[in-house]
């Protein structure tokens, strides 16, 4: 089956800085990479999304890109903001197949002020 | 529109006693998931309810599991009899579609003593 890696486990910044998420997967029927954020108290939201078909994506400060080759995808948050602190999952769905996402183990991302 | 709300959203039971776990989906969402995170580790699926069969049950441990979507709208989870290992965060989640976005409920803290 799948398996889903994400690394750091807890990152910690300043504000207006740029903090990055990485992930890797293995199975190369996995085809849609959905990012969750997920702030306390709360469940996880999707934030931002990629398929297979497309090197990078952008939403104003969040960016995710995608290595099929290597297997591994990346979020990119830039001028982070206090807002910015909750924990964040990676995924890796067959999509097409069945849909299941697998996730990675999450990041605590940490803006101080 | 109204999230996905879960009940309760603490629960602290002894082991060997019995939990019953409830979700509402967003009205009109036939698709409805049921996933677990234990604490620091991936969320992993449990099982994908579509109207008020189950689609896939391939995550559920257990036969100590039962879930339940009467009628195909709100959805039960119960385990008895409750183990330790069972403790963690349990998420619901409903889409529209299968391929469509997943949107998660706030969570149930289960505790087992």
């Known amino acids: 089956g799948e398996n889903v890696e994400q690394h750091p486990s807890t990152l910690s910044v300043q504000e207006g800085d740029s903090a990055v998420i990485k992930c890797t997967y293995s199975?190369?029927?996995?085809?849609?990479f959905p990012w969750y954020k997920q702030e306390l108290g709360k469940g996880p939201q999707l934030i931002i999304d990629?398929?297979?078909?497309?090197g990078e994506k952008k939403d104003q400060r969040i960016a995710v890109t995608l290595n099929k080759t290597a297997k591994h995808f990346s979020l990119h948050i830039t001028e982070t903001q206090p807002e910015d602190s909750a924990v964040y999952f990676c995924?890796?769905?067959?999509?097409?197949?069945?849909?299941?996402?697998?996730f990675g183990r999450g990041t605590s991302l940490i803006v101080h002020p | 529109e109204a999230g996905v709300t879960q009940f309760p959203s603490h629960s602290v039971i002894e082991k060997g006693q019995t939990v019953t776990l409830r979700c509402d989906p967003i009205?009109?969402?036939?698709?409805l998931y049921w996933y677990r995170r234990v604490m620091g580790k991936e969320i992993k699926f449990l099982l994908h309810?579509?109207?008020?069969?189950?689609?896939?049950e391939s995550g559920m441990p257990n036969n100590r599991f039962l879930a339940e979507r009467t009628g195909g709208t709100y959805s039960t989870l119960k385990v008895q009899p409750a183990e330790l290992e069972d403790s963690g965060v349990y998420f619901c989640?409903?889409?529209?579609?299968?391929?469509?976005?997943?949107?998660f409920g706030p969570g149930t803290r289960l505790t087992v003593l």
């Open positions: 989640a409903s889409g529209r579609g299968q391929g469509d976005t997943q949107y």
């Open positions: 199975d190369s029927a996995s085809n849609y």
């Open positions: 990629i398929r297979s078909n497309v």
């Open positions: 995924a890796a769905i067959p999509w097409g197949g069945s849909y299941i996402p697998t």
């Open positions: 009205s009109g969402h036939d698709n």
């Open positions: 309810f579509v109207k008020e069969s189950k689609q896939d």
